[in-house]
């Protein structure tokens, strides 16, 4: 039976939450949510992804299961997303019978680059130069002076789907190894660095952010996250008020932006919490996923103060497992961090299996712990970042 429940009235304990998608993110939100006394209904087509095995109901079926859409629909009081690639139609049905936090209209915005970046620019949020390439026409009249970065517009994550080119030919070479599918070229940006910044909006329209945070990639991966970021913070933090307010936006969201020498632009919006959040489930008053419970249900969103002055996380990819499985006594020798591991199987290189935070009294520290604790486990590999 569901708590079918007016928009504006909270949905508490124990109300059957619905997620889609069942990776890392979506365990820590079903986490969070059993530890409030909700039950939890995740719609997940891997048997053993890691939000599945701790969900009271694992539906395991493609995400556009019409059959699994029922039941969610049915028997769910609302349902979210830990990533952007619910279908259009998915979405549609689950909005047909029960409430979708965030909103299909804003799902369907950050989930193509195309729409993203024209919905920036129309809110006056300030994006780097690009052009749409959606035919062979977009190829040969782009506009963007090289080097670019070109992009699925649909379907991207981690650095995959994106290719760099530095000529015309490069371009027309990497739009047909990408698929030939729509996709967006981007001038590359001349990085100072990276920040981002996770808020939570609940559907009366309140906001409570984290401290921006830095961010270091490699090879496209989101690598090191130092809390808090100290460059363009306010401003970090006004972008994504305006962004969330205007998308009407409904749980947590996390808006990835670009340090330049002339300011911020915005890179791209995750509707979901976010890799660079994942300090909050030890070092914030609120984890950026019991926020998430919060905002989707309608209660008073928590403290996203920081319980220490600085963190670090550092991912852990399957790189790491080359020679074998790590020591993890060694990550965690320090008494200030906190070993995650996400129960996956298969550690191949590039996907992520765990992560590490390290609390301490300046950043610095933290990061330095950070990469300490992994290298202590990887004692045989020689770990170059
Ligand atoms: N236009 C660009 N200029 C410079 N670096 C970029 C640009 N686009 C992406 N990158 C780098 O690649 C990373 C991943 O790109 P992003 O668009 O965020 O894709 P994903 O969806 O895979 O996270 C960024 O965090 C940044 O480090
Ligand atoms: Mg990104």
């Known amino acids: 039976v569901t708590d079918r429940v007016p928009y ?23 986490m969070a949510a059993r530890t409030m006394g909700y039950r939890t209904m995740v719609l997940e087509p891997d048997a053993a992804a890691p939000a599945g095995r701790v969900a009271d109901v694992h539906l395991v079926a493609p995400y556009d299961d019409v059959a ?5 629909g049915n028997e769910c009081a609302v349902v979210t997303t830990e990533f952007e690639n619910p279908s259009a139609s998915a979405l549609a049905a689950l909005e047909g019978r029960t409430l979708v936090r965030p909103a299909a209209s804003a799902i369907a915005i950050a989930q193509d680059r195309r729409r993203e970046k024209r919905f920036l620019s129309e809110i006056g949020a300030p994006v780097g130069a690009f052009a749409v390439i959606d035919d062979a026409a977009g190829l040969a009249s782009h506009g963007i002076s090289f080097p ?13 789907g ?16 990408l698929g030939a599918v729509p996709c967006v070229l981007e001038q590359l940006v001349d990085l100072r660095g990276e920040i981002s910044v996770v808020l939570a909006r609940t559907p009366h329209g309140d906001i409570v952010h984290y401290p921006p945070v830095e961010n270091q990639h490699v090879d496209g991966i989101l690598h090191l996250t130092t809390v808090p970021a100290v460059v363009h ?8 008020r305006r962004i969330a307010d205007a998308l009407e936006y409904v749980g947590v969201m996390a808006v990835e932006l670009f340090v330049t020498s002339t300011g911020l632009l915005v890179n791209e919006i995750a509707p979901r919490p976010h890799n660079s959040g994942h300090w909050t489930l030890d070092g914030a008053q609120t984890s950026q996923f019991e926020q ?9 969103l928590g403290s996203a103060a920081q319980t220490s002055p600085a963190a670090a996380m550092v991912n852990l990819l399957g790189d ?3 020679a ?3 020591q993890w006594h060694a990550a965690t020798a320090h008494p200030g961090a906190h070993l995650h591991l996400y129960g996956k199987h298969e550690p191949r290189p590039g996907r992520k299996m765990g992560h590490l935070t390290v609390l301490a009294d300046t950043p610095k520290a933290a990061r330095d712990a950070a990469l300490a604790c992994r290298q202590h486990a990887c004692r045989n590999l020689q770990l170059d970042h």
């Open 8 to 30: 504006h009235s909270a949905i508490e304990p124990p109300a059957m939450l619905g997620l889609l998608g069942g990776g890392q993110l979506g365990s820590y939100f079903v």
């Open 68 to 72: 699994s859409l029922q039941r969610l």
């Open 148 to 160: 670019g970065v070109l992009k699925t517009a649909r379907l991207g994550y981690d650095g995959k």
């Open 162 to 177: 994106q290719v760099v080119v530095d000529s015309q030919v490069e371009l027309a070479t990497a739009w047909s190894e």
């Open 233 to 240: 913070t306010a401003e970090a933090v006004e972008l994504g």
């Open 292 to 300: 998430q419970v919060r905002a989707v249900c309608g209660l008073t």
């Open 320 to 322: 790491l497992w080359v």
């Open 324 to 326: 074998g499985e790590p």
